[in-house]
């Protein structure tokens, strides 16, 4: 950020991150030494991504089973793991004494089943975002996942395990925003999110994103990563949701929306956050802005800037001297102050890293069964708002908690 060791120096962590709850220690040897046996359910485009950061990581991990209800993409899928079982119906992987962990990559509609199965057959999973369909889904599924405090239930938002992510947070929760009152997200794209369909008869098995019985839009498959960031940032869920949107663009027989924007009222935090998709353009493409009294930030995928406010700087000048000994701020060529960690993994590199330290140790994960729910809860309510045209209200009984234990 200030010169490159300015984060480190004044406080923050460097380089080396505390990531989700605790500092990414040693990895623990799992069972005297073994690595996770895994499966992998769900075998398309995530699965498979998933699949190759599991080959980077082979002391700490075993692909034993893969599964796949559509022939076409179990068949490739064996051709990178020819090692490994292979089923079509996911129970046979749950049957399967010899996978310890399950990675959940199938479409939205099917991950409360999936995971509630695989919970009740005693493996430890790592379930795709969003963690469920519906909000009575995680409500169900965090009585589940608390049944059974040996089994550990991580979700796939892995921005709680990025280096980059964890240190904005960091700035965030140590005050140099100052106030945080409005926060800015987008996440554009232009293209119609099709796939190539081999037999109509697959089509929504294949492009199930844009159907409503299978998907949760745009809200779901991009903007939950955004939200969830922010109630792990601020300890905070949201109060008051009103969206909009349409199939504005795309008049291809989708049901989900194209076109989506949600106003986030975050009452306790004192926020709004506003939160946006379209498929129809990608000038701006991927958009993250916490604006504070003190100062702004904006965060991309695998960069961040810091933009202090004018009254700011005296402030801003003083922390640097006072706690870094530096005697200068780099800026760069905006005006801003880039964010520095050095070179970064792919987000799910970290998330899975994690993933095998918690079922070592059998701690929470950071992006655990509670935080999972609040994120698909808030989903759940933007969809609410799309479709029915309405304002949602957060209720009391989505406070959902640890139970005694936990």
């Not at 990895?27 to 998933?50: H, K, S, Y």
């Not at 098995?205 to 939200?227: C, D, F, T, V």
């Not at 700087?313 to 964010?339: M, Q, Y």
Request: charged share 20%.
């Amino acid at each position: 950020m200030i010169r490159r060791d300015f984060i480190k120096t004044a406080g923050l962590t460097g380089g080396s991150m505390l990531l989700g709850s605790t500092v990414l220690k040693a990895v623990t040897p799992f069972l005297e030494g073994q690595r996770i046996n895994v499966a992998i359910i769900g075998c398309g485009d995530r699965g498979t991504g998933l699949m190759q950061v599991l080959l980077q990581l082979p002391a700490q991990y075993q692909i034993v089973a893969i599964c796949d209800v559509l022939d076409f993409r179990l068949e490739h899928a064996r051709k990178l793991m020819s090692s490994a079982t292979s089923a079509k119906d996911y129970r046979a992987v749950l049957d399967n004494k010899n996978v310890d962990a399950v990675l959940i990559a199938v479409p939205l509609n099917m991950h409360f089943q999936i995971a509630k199965d695989a919970i009740q057959a005693g493996k430890h999973v790592y379930l795709e975002k969003t963690m469920t369909y519906n909000t009575r889904q995680a409500i169900e599924l965090v009585d589940i996942v608390q049944s059974k405090p040996k089994q550990i239930l991580q979700v796939g938002h892995q921005y709680r395990y990025t280096p980059l992510y964890f240190k904005v947070k960091e700035m965030i929760n140590k005050g140099y925003l100052g106030k945080v009152t409005q926060i800015d997200c987008r996440w554009d794209r232009n293209g119609n999110w099709r796939r190539p369909v081999p037999d109509p008869s697959l089509e929504k098995q294949i492009n199930w994103r844009m159907y409503k019985s299978y998907s949760g839009g745009l809200p779901a498959e991009l903007l939950s990563h955004q939200i969830d960031f922010v109630n792990w940032t601020f300890d905070t869920h949201v109060d008051e949701v009103y969206s909009t949107g349409g199939i504005d663009n795309y008049k291809d027989g989708r049901e989900t929306y194209d076109n989506v924007q949600a106003v986030l009222r975050y009452d306790k935090a004192g926020m709004i956050g506003n939160f946006g998709a379209t498929c129809a353009n990608s000038h701006d493409g991927y958009l993250f802005k916490f604006k504070g009294s003190k100062g702004t930030i904006s965060l991309l995928v695998d960069q961040a800037v810091f933009y202090p406010e004018k009254k700011a700087l005296k402030e801003l000048h003083e922390t640097v001297d006072g706690v870094t000994g530096a005697t200068r701020i780099t800026w760069n060529k905006d005006g801003g102050i880039p964010v520095e960690t050095g070179p970064l993994k792919d987000g799910t590199w970290y998330a899975l890293t994690d993933f095998y330290n918690c079922v070592s140790t059998l701690q929470a994960p950071s992006s655990d069964v509670y935080t999972g729910a609040k994120t698909a809860i808030t989903v759940d309510m933007i969809n609410r708002s799309l479709f029915g045209k309405t304002i949602e209200k957060w209720n009391a009984k989505y406070d959902l908690a640890p139970g005694p234990g936990k």
